[in-house]
């Protein structure tokens, strides 16, 4: 687990938001209580990219998740080609030839998370989808394939975090969204903690969204979720 200086850093904002003006709006909002921000499909094909690059020069730490997943070649041309875009992380599907083909392509500064199983799912669903193993199972053998491939990160459920940090060690990324504040919908998440339980649970860095982008006052609970984990 690499030492976190600043608490803020902690918290990743999801910016799940339909454009930049929305985005921009938001981060003005909560101003100094969050330094790190994430870039999904919904804002990253919307002009995300380039406000990804904007925020990394004016020193926020920039999440791309852009989730990969395809033949090795694209893989890595695209891991490539998002390194130029100074962003911190990059998401890849924790598929072995897609986290090979990632880490072919990775270039300094740029680290990459590789997504176990979505905190959407739950057993009934990986099942649905043709696995023959409970969720706590895959997300272990995939975690235990993105070590020994040399990914940086993985993001899973708090619910394995503490499982993942045992089989990853102490020096990968563990990175977790399914993050709900006491009392706050879960929404489509099946695989839900607290950001308290998911500090406990030896977590680095959480994944928050809704949480925040609907909330009356984003900046207070930016700021009571980065106190709830120090
Ligand atoms: O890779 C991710 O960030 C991710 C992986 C995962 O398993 N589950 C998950 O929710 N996410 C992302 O984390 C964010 C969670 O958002 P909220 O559910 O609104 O807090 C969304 O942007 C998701 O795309």
Do not use: W
């Amino acid at each position: 687990m690499p030492e976190i200086a600043d608490p803020r850093d902690r918290l990743i904002v999801a910016l799940d938001l339909p454009g930049v003006p929305e985005a921009e709006a938001l981060i003005d909002r909560i101003g100094d209580a969050a330094t790190f921000y994430k870039i999904g499909y919904q804002l990253g094909y919307a002009g995300g990219l380039a406000l990804a690059e904007r925020l990394a020069a004016r020193g926020l730490k920039i999440f791309l998740d852009l989730k990969l997943h395809d033949i090795g070649n694209t893989v890595e041309a695209g891991v490539r080609a998002a390194s130029g875009l100074g962003a911190t992380f990059l998401t890849v599907h924790a598929y072995p030839q897609t986290m090979r083909a990632a880490v072919r392509g990775r270039g300094a500064g740029l680290k990459i998370l590789a997504v176990t199983v979505l905190t959407s799912y739950d057993d009934a669903d990986a099942a649905e989808a043709g696995y023959g193993l409970p969720v706590a199972d895959l997300v272990a053998q995939r975690a235990a394939q993105a070590a020994e491939i040399g990914i940086d990160g993985l993001v899973c459920s708090a619910a394995e975090a503490a499982s993942v940090r045992r089989i990853v060690g102490p020096d990968r990324l563990v990175v977790t969204p399914g993050i709900r504040p006491a009392g706050t919908e879960a929404g489509d998440q099946k695989r839900v903690m607290t950001p308290g339980e998911a500090r406990k649970a030896g977590i680095d860095h959480v994944v928050v969204g809704r949480p925040i982008t609907g909330a009356a006052d984003p900046r207070a609970v930016a700021q009571a979720i980065v106190a709830e984990m120090a």
